[in-house]
């Protein structure tokens, strides 16, 4: 392996590095997408719409929904063509080696299927990147496109770097060879979305686009930050970001899917201070421990939404209990 893509490890780098692993490692624990099927194909339609809208497609997440559900939508025939394809290589993802030409070429045919006329093919012209009047970025020529896709792909499959940081580095160096006509963006992102599920198998229903769609400002600017300083590292922050709150929102998301009434109300009476049992039944009106124990107190500390302030002694007489941040955003959000 001779190529070394250039960036640099950074505090903030390792600091996002560890929380999304804490993080996956909560997932991972409490099996949490696999048991909510809908969530999972929800969160894949958010992925597909927010990659899309990226790239100027208008289609909302409710069109992009009937799209995908064989209904008719009223909309420009080229937009649902993107989603008919994105749809088609998100659901073939798994099929895929991220380290594999061919397959990238294939995954661009389909994505690209009816739209450029290069689809499943490397670009035989130059290309220039502007945004506005601007020309931001002037790709490689084309006859080093296989060479500089190629070396890439080889760094990938052998390097001993975080899957984190590699797939994001990945990602900003897809970008800067730029190799197809069109599609670079979502082939960009969809790779990146590859190369994390290979790694921890969440990553495929994580919708991580939908996040880069609402920071798109920040998702250009760390492009050309990191163009500017002639290395990844400002992308591979703003990725990492994107990354975690994604992870985040989804948590946050399959447990307010999950409270039940009984929760709600345990929550409702809990501000940002902590409360014993006793305290709490009293708020609650409840005098039947158990009721209170299996119903409310148990329910909220396996989603996660209140903690224990002595956890290593969970029947000690200080015990108490508070809200988390999830538990506060859950809170926020009725």
């Known amino acids: 392996m001779t190529y070394e893509p250039p960036f640099k490890i950074t505090h903030e780098i390792l600091s996002l590095v560890e929380k999304i692993g804490e993080q996956i490692g909560s997932f991972n624990a409490m099996d949490k997408l696999s048991s909510v099927p809908k969530l999972r194909r929800a969160n894949r339609i958010k992925t597909i719409q927010g990659s899309l809208a990226i790239e100027g497609n208008t289609l909302d997440l409710q069109q992009v929904t009937a799209v995908v559900n064989g209904k008719k939508v009223l909309g420009q025939p080229r937009e649902i063509q993107e989603v008919l394809n994105a749809f088609t290589v998100y659901e073939k993802l798994t099929q895929y080696s991220p380290y594999s030409i061919d397959n990238m070429l294939n995954a661009h045919e389909i994505l690209m299927s009816s739209l450029v006329e290069e689809s499943g093919t490397f670009r035989s012209k130059g290309v220039g990147i502007m945004r506005g009047n601007d020309l931001i970025h002037v790709a490689p020529p084309t006859d080093k496109i296989s060479f500089l896709i190629n070396d890439l792909l080889e760094w990938l499959k ?41 790694w921890q198998p969440i990553f495929e229903y994580l919708p991580v686009e939908q996040v880069v769609r609402e920071r798109q400002k920040d998702y250009y600017a760390a492009l050309s930050c990191s163009d500017n300083s002639s290395d990844s590292t400002y992308f591979i922050e703003f990725m990492l970001q994107a990354i975690l709150q994604a992870i985040l929102e989804v948590d946050t998301e399959q447990v307010t899917e999950q409270v039940t009434e009984q929760v709600k109300r345990l929550l409702s009476v809990m501000d940002d201070i902590s409360y014993s049992g006793k305290e709490l039944m009293v708020k ?49 959000d009725d």
């Open 158 to 198: 052998n390097t001993d770097i975080h899957p984190l940081v590699a797939s994001s580095v990945f990602h900003y160096e897809f970008e800067f060879i730029h190799p197809f006509q069109d599609g670079n963006g979502r082939m960009g992102r969809l790779w990146q979305t590859l190369l994390l599920m290979k």
């Open 284 to 332: 609650l009106g409840i005098v039947h421990r158990p009721t209170f124990f299996y119903s409310y107190l148990r329910p909220a500390l396996d989603a996660g939404i209140i903690e224990m302030t002595v956890p290593d002694k969970p029947r000690s007489s200080l015990q108490r209990y508070r809200l988390t941040s999830k538990g506060l955003h859950v809170k926020s």
